[in-house]
DNA sequence: AACTTTGTACAGAAAAAACTGTACGTAGCG
DNA sequence: CGCTACGTACAGTTTTTTCTGTACAAAGTT
């Protein structure tokens, strides 16, 4: 095995197990190729060079990478005088894993805190109704103290979020030093 | 619509959240569907009652319980005189949302070090060996800056990790009070 | 203005995953 | 020890997701 078959292998066992780690949280194994490839690029490519390295169509890559740059792992990069769209993946790990969790994070704690408020509400009028069983009011009781204390840790998570999104747990967590 | 149907309503939107929030970060939604089932129950459940309540086989409720338990967002039960394994979800949020990254990021820390560890050590071989082109040098050099620092960040998760697992990060960000 | 080039929408094909039913091993009971 | 009840492995089916190729709109070039 030559030089450059040995560089190829290193990169691609790493290139792989990103993959794998970033199907642990939803991400298709492809796109995270994808992302794999990005990173170890010495500069950005295009939607072509991409189809190229992974050997997909080029519809993938297109829809490939604007999944990465919804995530904001992959970056639009502007080059004077080429007419390609040119990509490069963001190469601060601990930027990308703060974007990423600060996006689905808050995604998630929308939907659950607007659903818990509502569900709260009506379960709060469903007890000052005089004409509903009092089994059934009891079962209520049960879930609006369900809710209220889910959704109090829905707020920490939001607090959590937000040193995600300052940079504030990096006084808490600092980064590592080489 | 009476009571009981509001209720089953109120319960309904809750559950249909969670589920599409388990959802983001890789989970079924019917293994969502039936940890909100189980999160609001009274008490815990065996598999045919699970199976009864989500109208799903009881094939499904076994692997997805299984599932559950994996990822400590259910535990079984023992109850005295009951033959059949009983399943009730862990009740506290905070905890169950350490446990949850605690084990996605152990697995994938775990997943990417001994990779890149790997990668890194085969890198380094190929600046050390003489007949290796210079042009492949220069490459494996930029690619082991690349992963040096990404072995800091995941030296860096792993800290955090460690801080979900003993609940030091409620030091940091404290839980919310009613 | 005509001609290229580029990126993406969309429909259909291919691949992957979720789900079910049967069959079976194991454990409790009489 | 035989019988019943329970949970799960496994194979096959259904559903969902991913991927591709074609077609087209938008922007750039001559």
Redesign the interface.
Known sequence: M???Q??E???E??I???S??M????VTESIGRLYGAL??Q?SPLTLDEMKEELGMSKTSMSTSVRNLVDLKMVGKVWKKGVRKDLYQAE?D??QT?ADFFTI?WR??VT??M???E??LY??Q??LD?E???HM??A??K??IE?????I??Y???N??VD?FETGE?FQ???????
Do not use: C, H
Request: hydrophobic fraction near 35%.
């Open positions: 030559n030089g450059e040995q560089l292998k290193a990169r066992r790493v792989d197990a990103i794998k780690n199907n642990l949280y939803g990173y170890f010495e190469p790990w601990y894993f689905k995604t998630g939907i659950n607007t659903a818990m509502k569900s009506e379960l009028m469903l109704d004409n509903v069983n059934v009011k079962e209520a049960l879930d369900k809710l209220t204390s889910a109090d840790y707020k920490w998570l607090r959590l040193s747990i808490y967590i600092p980064k590592s030093t080489k």
